[in-house]
């Protein structure tokens, strides 16, 4: 158990949201007067406890200590009561009533839409929660499921709007450094994802996107990132589901508007629900029908609505005492200052110049002007100039030479060069001062072949380096006289020469083998091996006879 200031302990924790952790706590003793709701020892109540970013930026804690009042006096059946704020160190907490419940989010994800007259009554108590916060001055501007708790009432649900406050809170410069805007993209209204002025129209919007997804189970703008729900916002209109009736798809729609203006109050739109639910349930007469058909005429939009207040106050205006100052009056923007005619003293732009440097004459530039010539050079753009084909190196064909023994580089003289300044008495060379005669006789001049230029003096020498030893002169590879090569000419070769030896081959065997004979009696090769055998036994027979 954790102790929050000296009147209540943290026990376990009830969930977890954008803005800090909601736990299960216990009051120690009774809260003092300071508290809405004093409390008695062992009660059990929920705290809500902040981020540390918000609870570390003193100006969302000065805010919070601002909105104490406004949260502990907003009191409804249908809103979670405020009982205390603890501010203790770089703790920031609200202690509230404990409703016992799942919340309207979780109750969707495992049961399923309600009937379009629940989803009515449901919405109705919700809009009576926002008419009697936007009597007193609050816009909630993050309602979403995850927001309502549901509180067992004999049987039935009682819904209960809670996180009063908390985006007002979170709406400060030390939080919407790295947010864009205050709320949940599926629930946001066009007005809020714009950056445009916001007020008591952004609840309703939000009710009306409660409502869809209570009768369909979804959002009606859902997509695979939050820029593209925002998108949908702004341009696209909600389908309508085909277990929505007719007065209630009207109200629907009229709270989706993409203009405040138009949108409903919260409690017209109220009553409205009302209307409808009477209108569409199955034992309704007529009458009732006809007037839920009729809801349209209900829903009037609010002459007054709540504005959001800025994060930044109000400019402050000075009392008009008489004699203080004259409200017809231009506006002095400068004091006058001595000088013919009452004019101001002329802008000095450089400074004079010390005197022994060059530059210091009436008719000479002024070493600043010589720099900021020379940076303006160095950032022109890239001239194009005719350029010999000898000289370029992507037209010209490369040239084998031979070798030649390598020169030993020029040695400078040890120790650095003494410091020469330039003409502008800054140590510029003269070649990067700005000429425009200079540029625009390049720029329109004829074409000439490209100078080699001297490479420009350097101020320090470098140290001398060891002159390498002479390598021997490499002697050029002889080539062969033809230095043509056709790709694949030595497969060819190699086929050519495969070829005429099978010719040459198979007219061999064809001439010097009885192969011909064999064709010409039609003897088999088996046959021909049997007539050898039976030839050569006769020979070895007669061999044999010869001899006795």
Request: with cysteine; hydrophobic share 35%; net charge neutral.
């Amino acid at each position: 158990m954790r102790p929050v200031g000296s009147k209540y302990l943290l026990e376990e924790p009830l969930g977890r949201g954008a803005t800090g952790t909601v736990w299960r706590a216990r009051q120690r003793e009774t809260a003092g007067a300071e508290a809405a709701v004093p409390g008695q020892p062992g009660e059990t109540v929920a705290i809500k406890v902040l981020k540390e970013e918000l609870a570390g930026d003193p100006d969302i804690v000065m805010r919070f200590l601002r909105e104490r009042s406004v949260l502990l006096r907003l009191t409804h059946p249908n809103i979670v009561r405020v009982r205390d704020l603890v501010v203790e160190g770089e703790l920031l907490a609200l202690v509230m009533d404990l409703v016992d419940g799942p919340d309207l989010h979780r109750y969707l994800r495992e049961n399923g839409p309600f009937s379009p007259v629940a989803a009515a009554l449901l919405t109705a108590q919700v809009a009576d929660a926002l008419a009697a916060s936007h009597t007193d001055g609050v816009v909630h501007r993050d309602l979403k499921p995850a927001n309502v708790l549901l509180r067992q009432d004999g049987g039935g649900m009682h819904p209960m709007l809670t996180d009063f406050g908390i985006a007002r809170l979170a709406d400060s410069p030390g939080l919407t450094r790295t947010h864009e805007f205050v709320g949940t993209p599926a629930y946001i209204a066009p007005e809020s994802a714009e950056g445009r002025p916001q007020t008591s129209a952004v609840d309703v919007y939000g009710a009306g996107i409660l409502l869809y997804e209570l009768v369909s189970g979804r959002p009606p703008f859902s997509g695979a990132s939050a820029l593209e729900v925002l998108h949908q916002h702004l341009s696209a209109e909600p389908r309508r589901p085909s277990t929505v009736p007719d007065p209630l798809w009207t109200v629907i729609e009229r709270c989706l508007r993409k203009e405040p203006d138009e949108r409903p109050s919260a409690e017209n739109l109220a009553r409205g629900l009302r209307v409808v639910a009477d209108g569409i349930g199955v034992h309704a007469n007529s009458a009732q029908i006809g007037a839920a058909e009729n809801v349209g005429a209900l829903l009037a939009p609010d002459p007054a609505p709540t504005a959001v207040p800025g994060a930044a106050d109000p400019t402050q205006v000075l009392p008009n005492h008489p004699g203080a100052h004259d409200p017809n009056a231009a506006t002095s923007v400068l004091p006058h200052t001595g000088g013919p005619g009452g004019a101001a003293d002329p802008t000095a732009v450089m400074p004079p110049v010390p005197p022994g440097q060059p530059g210091g004459g009436p008719q000479d530039p002024h070493p600043w002007q010589n720099q900021l010539r020379a940076a303006r050079d160095r950032n022109d753009q890239t001239q194009v100039q005719y350029v010999d084909p000898q000289q370029d190196p992507l037209r010209r064909r490369p040239q084998r030479q031979a070798a030649r023994p390598q020169q030993p580089p020029h040695q400078a003289p040890p120790g650095p060069q003494p410091y020469q300044p330039g003409p502008d008495g800054y140590g510029y060379p003269q070649q990067h001062q700005y000429q425009p005669q200079q540029y625009q006789q390049q720029r329109y001049a004829t074409p000439q072949p490209q100078q080699p230029q001297q490479p420009p003096p350097q101020r320090y020498a470098p140290p001398p380096a060891p002159a390498p030893e002479p390598r021997a002169p490499r002697q050029p590879r002889q080539r062969s006289a033809n230095p043509v090569r056709i790709p694949g000419l030595g497969c060819l070769k190699g086929c050519l020469v495969t070829i005429l030896v099978l010719v040459v081959a198979g007219w061999l065997i064809w001439e010097l083998s009885p192969l011909q004979g064999w064709i010409g009696t039609g003897r088999g090769y088996w046959s021909q091996l049997g007539a050898w055998f039976d030839t050569a036994s006769g020979w070895v027979r007669d061999l044999g006879g010869t001899g006795n």
